[in-house]
């Protein structure tokens, strides 16, 4: 199973960015898809953006998607999330998870963002927006 180290979280002003990366050890090919999640305070976990490691077809959220966007470097083994005109409603935990087996099609349907579908999570990283 693969290993998810999350970094890149801290403080920032509204109006900031934040580039956040996801890396992945222990990787087996099987791995099809890398997602980042959000927790914000008393809210569910919800998806934010997902990729096809393969392919680097991403989809991004509704919610977020004219501010934030997601890469992956198959190199480096890294997924970020580039947030912009970060507001103080996007505090939180920021998480990256792991899937495997997926077409790669999968990526543009709503369970790509389904935190249900993915078996391998990082620890996390926190997000504060605040002046």
């Known amino acids: 199973q693969v290993t998810l180290v999350e970094s890149g979280g801290g403080l920032v002003q509204p109006g900031g960015s934040l580039k956040l990366s996801c890396v992945v050890s222990?990787?087996?090919?099987?791995?099809?898809?890398i997602a980042w999640f959000r927790q914000l305070p008393g809210r569910n976990r919800e998806g934010v953006s997902c990729?096809?490691?393969?392919?680097?077809?991403?989809a991004v959220d509704a919610s977020v998607k004219d501010r934030f966007s997601m890469s992956r470097n198959n190199d480096e083994n890294t997924a970020f999330l580039q947030m912009d005109n970060l507001r103080p409603e996007d505090t939180g935990v920021y998480y990256c998870?792991?899937?495997?087996?997926?077409?790669?099609?999968?990526?543009?349907?709503?369970?790509?963002?389904?935190?249900?579908?993915?078996?391998?999570w990082g620890q996390g990283t926190q997000v504060v927006i605040s002046s």
């Open positions: 990729v096809t490691w393969s392919t680097g077809a991403t």
């Open positions: 222990d990787f087996t090919k099987r791995l099809s898809n």
């Open positions: 998870a792991a899937t495997i087996d997926k077409p790669s099609a999968w990526v543009r349907s709503r369970q790509c963002l389904s935190r249900q579908e993915y078996e391998q």
